[in-house]
């Protein structure tokens, strides 16, 4: 009796200690898994689509991510390339013709124009600092774009494993769990709805918000207007930034230019038609597809994001949603065997 004991003790032990290691070595790959999963759960339908249509799991899973890389990554790196011509194309302006200086000058008379009287802007200095900057983080810059690269083909491996075998791997899970399968059903299910909810929500309100940036960029006389709501609508998915990528400099581009009303009206524009679409309708949005009151879902994103970072948008609601799915479970089944 006491062998058995101190064998349950060692093995349990034993357990605790490899899963503090997975956790270590697993942990700078969290995000990429993280994302993987969320993915792979809003492609799942494509993947059961070409399944019915007999193809093996593993093509299946193949066309399935080659349909997220065509379809939803294409765009991205378009407009990546469209943006990096037209960035060589205004360098190439300002430095072959030899107007870096007067255009500088003009730039920075026209800030400390706007600026008070106490305080002055030299803009000269403050291109030196940036160019400095640049020259000596140039290896950072390249070692984080390598990163970047190396991770998002991490996140494709991913989205092709967990399609192909995360069926096997749910019901993996689901035996090893000690709720019932009713419960642990119910747990999965919800995730994957607020997963849904989450990811094509805010795609939904990128799509919303960068039409809207291009019709206002029209309208008030900034240059490639359809150009630049693209890159508005992929800007509002990063956290802290949104649209103000595009806004802001196209703002300072119509005062710059002598433009003075048509940047007010985009100032105007910008907040209330574009700002005021992210915060009414991304909690709305979500809210509704997960069945969680709005204000928890906005707290949820903002802390999450304040905690996590960017991945937070996700986790923030899954974490709220789980807490749900776990209240539900005790309120239908430990507290019906306790009364």
Known sequence: MQTKIIERYFFFGLLLAT???????????????????????????I???????????????????LFFIIVLCGPLFGIGVLVFNQS???????????????????????????????????????????????????????????????????????IFYFLKDGEKWKKALIKLSPLSESDDTKIVIRLSQVVNGVVKGYLLIALAQGILMGIGLKIFGVPNPALWGVVAGIGSLIPMVGTAIVSVPAIIFLFITGNNIPAIGLIAWSVVMVGMIDNLLNPIIISKKINIPTLLILFSVLGGISLLGPIGILIGPLTISLL????????????????
């Open 88 to 158: 060589q194309d205004v360098y190439n302006l300002v430095v072959d013709n030899k107007n870096t200086g007067p255009l500088l000058d003009l730039v920075g008379n026209k800030i400390n124009n706007i600026l008070p009287a106490n305080m002055s802007f030299d803009i000269t200095q403050k291109a030196s600092e940036f160019v400095t900057f640049l020259t000596n983080n140039v290896t950072k810059i390249f070692s984080t774009t390598l990163s970047a690269i190396f991770s998002f083909i991490l996140m494709l491996l991913s």
């Open 324 to 339: 749900y799915a776990l209240i539900s479970i005790y309120r239908n089944e430990f507290q019906h065997d306790n009364s």
């Open 47 to 65: 993947y059961k689509y070409l399944q019915r249509r007999k193809l093996p799991d593993s093509l299946s899973a193949f066309f399935t991510v």
């Open 19 to 45: 899963l503090f290691f997975t956790f270590f070595i697993f942990r700078p790959f969290w995000i990429v898994l993280v994302l993987g999963i969320s993915f792979s759960i809003v492609l799942f339908p």
